[in-house]
Nanobody, 115 residues
Framework: QVQLVESGGGSVQAGGSLRLSCVVSGTIFSKNFMGWYRQAPGRQRELVATINSGGSTNYGDSVKGRFTISRDNAKNTVHLQMNSLKPEDTAVYYC?????????WGQGTQVTVSS
């Protein structure tokens, strides 16, 4: 059974930083395509960042240059370092693990950025 446990969300003022983490169990983590998505109230879930098994990354346009996704295969963990946060970054952030083409989601962690 694949499980994802997210942590690191919270409230921060604009310009601040947060680091999200997602620990994955029940799968061969090093082979997983991993990602972070977010969903704000009244909006569709959108891509934040992804990282494949080889370490190649992809970012949503709104976070390029501010957010960094990384993975620690020894700890079965993917991180999202978020810098220069803006109020529009406020959302629930979800971790995605995609082993073998199947998608598994974490429970989500709230990020709130105040102006």
């Amino acid at each position: 059974q694949v499980q994802l446990v997210e942590s690191g969300g919270g409230s921060v003022q604009a310009g601040g930083s947060l680091r999200l983490s997602c620990v994955v169990s029940g799968t061969i983590f090093s082979k997983n395509f991993m990602g972070w998505y977010r969903q704000a109230p009244g909006r569709q879930r959108e891509l934040v960042a992804t990282i494949n098994s080889g370490g190649s990354t992809n970012y949503g346009d709104s976070v390029k240059g501010r957010f960094t996704i990384s993975r620690d295969n020894a700890k079965n963990t993917v991180h999202l370092q978020m810098n220069s946060l803006k109020p529009e970054d406020t959302a629930v952030y979800y971790c995605l693990a995609a082993p073998g083409g199947l998608n598994y989601w974490g429970q989500g962690t709230q990020v709130t950025v105040s102006s």
